[in-house]
Nanobody, 128 residues
C-alpha cells in the first residue's frame, strides 16, 4: 500500500516561509514522479511543482516560480516543498502526490489525473 503523509503546514505571516514535508513509504518511493498541489476553499486543486526522480528535473507553476522549491531526499524517502515570500493568497490545503507512470511528456506533470497516489493534505494559512 502506497502511503504519503504531509507535514509542516501551519500559520505564518505574510512574507514568511514554511517547509512542507511528504514522507513516503518505501514502496511509494518507487514512484517516478512526485508533485505538490494545493486547493483553496471553493477553488480547483492546482499544480505547484513536480520532481522527475530519474534525473531530478523540477517543474513549477508560474504562480510559485522563484518562491517555492521542490526537492527530494531518497535516503529518507521524503520530498520537500520550501516556500518563501508567502502571501495570503497562498492559503490552502497542500497535497503531496506521486505517479507510478514514467513519462517524458512534461505537460503530464501538471495534470491531477497523472498522479495515482495522494496524501491527506496539510493546511497552510498566511495572515496579512
Amino acid at each position: 500500500q502506497v502511503q504519503l503523509v504531509e507535514s509542516g503546514g501551519g500559520l505564518v505571516q505574510a512574507g514568511g516561509s514554511l517547509r512542507l514535508s511528504c514522507a513516503a513509504s518505501e514502496r511509494s518511493f518507487s514512484m517516478y514522479h512526485l508533485a505538490w498541489f494545493r486547493q483553496a476553499p471553493g477553488k480547483e486543486r492546482e499544480f505547484l511543482s513536480a520532481l522527475r526522480r530519474v534525473d531530478s528535473s523540477t517543474y513549477y507553476a508560474d504562480s510559485v516560480k522563484g518562491r517555492f522549491t521542490i526537492s527530494g531526499d531518497n535516503a529518507k524517502n521524503i520530498v520537500y516543498l520550501q516556500m518563501h515570500s508567502l502571501q495570503p493568497e497562498d492559503t490552502a490545503i497542500y497535497y503531496c502526490a506521486a505517479s507510478s507512470t514514467l513519462s517524458i511528456v512534461v505537460a503530464n506533470y501538471y495534470r491531477k489525473a497523472f498522479y495515482d497516489h495522494w496524501g491527506q493534505g496539510t493546511q497552510v494559512t498566511v495572515s496579512s
